[in-house]
């Protein structure tokens, strides 16, 4: 990353943090990914919407002083629908739920705004609940995830995609992969009763058939908009998630 496109963290020197910085956290997991997909998927997806983000932010901003920073990755999430497969490393939520709280409790001592850009569907009741109480003590925090309207659930055509975009190496043979394409409402209750190899042997939700680099720098790109849009935006709501400028804000919860 660029001094203009934004800076990663983990690459800059105390000195250099400059005041009250905005910085992106990508939250990402180790879990399977179909027998095509690296266990990083979500994490490399994650990161690269933040920088991406960060990039389009920092071109925005007209106070060199405010910088945009891009936080190392959380590479372990909340997986425990993954664990029939071997790779998969799951924290599990109250232990993600400490990752977090810790995180943006360290961040506000130097950090004038913090987000999290989550990569892993998984993680979200952790950062709902985490986020929300981290507000609650009067720290800026927010979260947004890595959306890819009219996405496949998991390790389909979207996420392949993205990764023959982003690391083509780490993409294995796909022509064979199946998987259950059923909408993810529809699997749900599948899911949560039996975990993922259950409702598919692969691994995969979704059909990987037809991905390619050049839909996935598309997607990766309209990914990276969306959030930037709304990490600028700024609107939240009562759990810290940001909502799109252009959408009326929803009622309280009951």
Request: net charge negative; with cysteine; proline share 9%.
């Amino acid at each position: 990353m660029s001094e203009g496109a934004g800076r990663a963290l983990a690459d800059s020197a105390w000195p250099g943090i400059g005041a009250e910085p905005l910085v992106l956290v990508p939250a990402g997991s180790t879990e399977q990914h179909g027998p095509h997909l690296p266990l990083s998927t979500d994490t490399v997806i994650a990161q690269a919407v933040a920088e991406r983000a960060a990039a389009a932010l920092a071109a925005r901003r007209s106070r060199p002083a405010r910088p945009v920073l891009v936080a190392p990755p959380i590479p372990y999430g909340a997986s425990g629908e993954h664990a029939g497969f071997p790779g998969t490393v799951s924290l599990g939520h109250e232990a993600l739920r400490a990752v977090l709280v810790e995180t943006v409790r360290s961040l506000s001592l130097w950090a004038g705004r913090i987000v999290f850009v989550n990569g892993h569907g998984g993680n979200v009741p952790t950062l709902d609940g985490a986020v929300e109480a981290m507000r609650g003590e009067g720290h800026d925090v927010a979260w947004t995830g890595c959306e890819a309207p009219g996405g496949d659930a998991h390790a389909g055509f979207t996420e392949t995609s993205v990764m023959l975009h982003l690391a083509p190496h780490l993409v294995r043979p796909f022509d064979a992969v199946a998987g259950d394409a059923r909408p993810l409402a529809e699997l749900m209750p599948d899911l949560i009763a039996r975990g993922v190899r259950a409702v598919s042997p692969s691994g995969v939700l979704g059909d990987p058939a037809g991905a390619s680099a050049e839909r996935g720098r598309e997607i990766l790109a309209s990914m990276a908009v969306s959030a930037a849009r709304r990490i600028g935006g700024g609107r939240a709501d009562a759990r810290g998630r940001l909502l799109d400028p252009a959408v009326p804000a929803p009622g309280p919860r009951p």
